[in-house]
């Protein structure tokens, strides 16, 4: 089990540092003096520079300006800093929206933006790519031989969609690359006779709008393929700004930093334009809607979907070392609650933390958004000490960076799937709750320390035991195949309600759900839908208990498959509501209801019991603590996290582990504070 080699060049260390912006201080060499100093006290090792910095790299069309960037990279790297450096285009300097209107992106209603925000720009404007080029063959050229430089930060958070002619016209031609010139077979995808919609010329097409728009909200496969094309086309963007950064500086590797269930761009299609994966990870902890032990098992979902894309570590690129300001409520991190956050995500797989933002401005609307330097400006503060405690603490989980994950089991979260889901009029309208969904099947796997994989449908199924896949709306063509393949292979398979029931183009399966192959391999066919309202409940019988079951309930025949559970309540009363089906050398288990927790919880651990996936070592853990584990060749390192504002104690079995931070022999009785964190490194056998 060999170790991921560093993501970055020339640092087989775990990154420890964030955002810098010292272009908001270039008046202020002192305090510039000042962020040196207190970065080597909070062990920071690597900064994002120049994300926003494009202003002062060009503050005049073609006039370069390094000077401040190369005394500030140059400062850093003396004390032992690296620079993820970035390029600046995800926000524009003024002359340029003043003198290239284009570049500013349109609204769906067909409006231009002002010159204003960030993140807004058309990313089909010839001018706005040949302008993003320059600047960042200017930097690649200028920086290209300085050793501080270990990646390249592209753009910050790619998003949003353009509406203006250009974006039109690529629209257009996409899609006649896409049908093969064919317009009939467009017609016969987008379902057009439906309203009279049917186009005679490609000119016709225009992007579509929301359903209060002026445009077009109901034609669900223009819809899709129109979010296709934005995620085609802002990959196309980026490739355009990475194009000169590779053939400068090839050394160097490219990441570009993604968003938590970002719903405008399919992140799965990036992955082969980068050769990492790095995130932003604002969870809500503290929040009264949700227990933080919920809040902690969507984040880890989050963190193993980054890990998936490519299968290898990634960085956690941004998270706040306190409140941030943008929610409605913005909470500071509890005592303890900043180191735990910041291991889960290592716990994960990422070899960094890094923050969002190293030091508060004193201006505009993040002044008030948690930083490792507050604007009292000393280190005496109580995040300060936060924060330094983790890079005390990364240096001495040195040999964690580059462990591997080894999961048996797959989630899929489709993004595809996900938007079509949420156009789908039918059933509950506006929130069919897919994410929560995913996170309610994660649950009982990442309770009971088993790694688990997030992929999309396209990925290759054929490495693991178990494959969940709940509300798999959407079987794009092969998948149906390949899930039927992975079953008579020996997997065990899990779907649920609503699944099979269109195709990549969001047209319906004919001939039952779900469709073809997989009647056979679940061995049902489910015939209706019951949506109950949101008082409503029904419940199942399942093991000699009744399961409370809530949103959604199939009327579900057994085709062979055998009737594990069934409904107790309605029309449906004893009608099967979960199968089990053995088909070929595989199981596959169809659950055709939404339950409130435990009947979920029940039937993948039956799943974990009768497929052993890879898991932590033996374990008894209270509610609220939870184990995740990487490797390499001779260790296993076990973080284990309370996510209870209470004192809690593990027990383990193997009494050989050591305490990573004390390097103490930790014994088998593991005691917690209130969210509190150890990592233990176990022996291999
Ligand atoms: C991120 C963004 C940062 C900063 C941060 C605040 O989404 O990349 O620039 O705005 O949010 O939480």
Redesign the pocket.
Known sequence: MEKHKPLVRNMPQLLHGG?YNPDQWMDRPDILAEDIRLMKLAGVNAVSLG?FAWSVLEPEEGRYEFGFFDSVIDNLYQNGIRVLLATPSGARPAWMAQKYPEVLRVMPDRQRILFAHRHNHCYTSPVYREKVRAVNTALAEHYKDHPALIAWHVS??YGGECHCELCQQAFRAWLKEKYHGDLDLLNRQWWTPFWSHIYTSWDQIESPTPPDGRGEAYLHGLTLDWKRFVTHQTIDFMNNETAPLRAITPGIPVTT?F?DFYEGLDYSKFKDALDFISW?S?PAWHDTARSNYMTACRTALMHDSMRSYLHKPFILM?S?PSA???KEINKPKRPNMHKTASLQAIAHGSDSVMY??WRKGRGAS?KF?GAVVDHVGHEHTRVFGDVAQVGECLKKLECVRGAVTNSDVALIYDHENHMALKEAQGFQKSDKKYIDTLVNYYYPFWKNGVSVDVIDSGYDFSGYKVLVMPMLYMIKEGVEERIAQFVANGGTAIMTYLSGMVNENDLCHLGGFPCGTLKDAFGVWAEEVDTLCPDERNAVSYGGQSYEVRDYCEIVHAQGAKTLATYEHDFYQGGGAVFENDYQGGKAYYIACRDTGALTQALCEKVIADTAPARTPRADLPVGVVCTMREDAENKYVFVQNYTDEIQFATFEDTRAVDMETNLPAGSEIELDSFGVRVLRFPKD
């Open positions: 955002d994300i910050n958070e930093n968003m932003d604002y941004e706040t941030v300001n943008w969002f933002q993040e958004h």
